[in-house]
């Protein structure tokens, strides 16, 4: 009768009789065939069908082998993000620190400059000029 079925629906004999017989019992394709044979049965008599699994305790289908593959790559994945994420921080403080380094090799020279430009003015410095040279004099030999 399956055979007829799916002659009407195809219009093409089924030629896969071996591998039927092979993979019929198979955990993943047992509760997919179940349920269709269930829905149909429904369809048909009207009457609720039993199913061979009780209610509540069904069966896990295996992992396929995408599926496995694709959870193994992901923890390859994560762990190369988490390796890749840590040689970004590595590389960010280094920069950070060369940048800190920076803004206080321009802050000595800011003073350089201004002290320079306070030692060659010719007109005479007002007091906070005078305080301001005296300072940057100090500071420079402080280090």
């Known amino acids: ?28 394709w047992r509760g997919a065939s179940a349920d269709k044979v269930q829905s149909k049965r429904r369809k048909l008599d009207g009457e609720s069908a039993q199913s061979s699994i009780p209610v ?5 289908r295996p992992v396929g082998v995408k ?7 992901r923890s390859v994945s994560k762990q ?18 060369i940048r800190q ?15 320079d430009s306070l030692i060659t003015k010719t007109e005479p410095l007002t007091e906070l000029e005078i305080a301001l040279k005296n300072k940057l004099i100090k500071e420079m030999f402080a280090l």
């Open 1 to 28: 009768m399956a055979h007829e079925i799916f002659y009407n629906d195809y219009k093409v004999k089924f030629t896969m009789e071996h591998a039927w017989l092979e993979l019929r019992h198979d955990q993943k």
């Open 56 to 60: 509540g305790e069904e069966e896990a």
């Open 67 to 73: 599926a496995s593959k694709a959870k193994g790559k």
């Open 80 to 97: 190369a993000n988490v390796e890749q994420e840590v040689k970004e921080r590595v590389e960010f403080h280094s920069l950070w620190e």
């Open 101 to 115: 380094r920076d803004f206080a090799l321009q802050d000595k020279l800011k003073d350089k400059i201004l002290l």
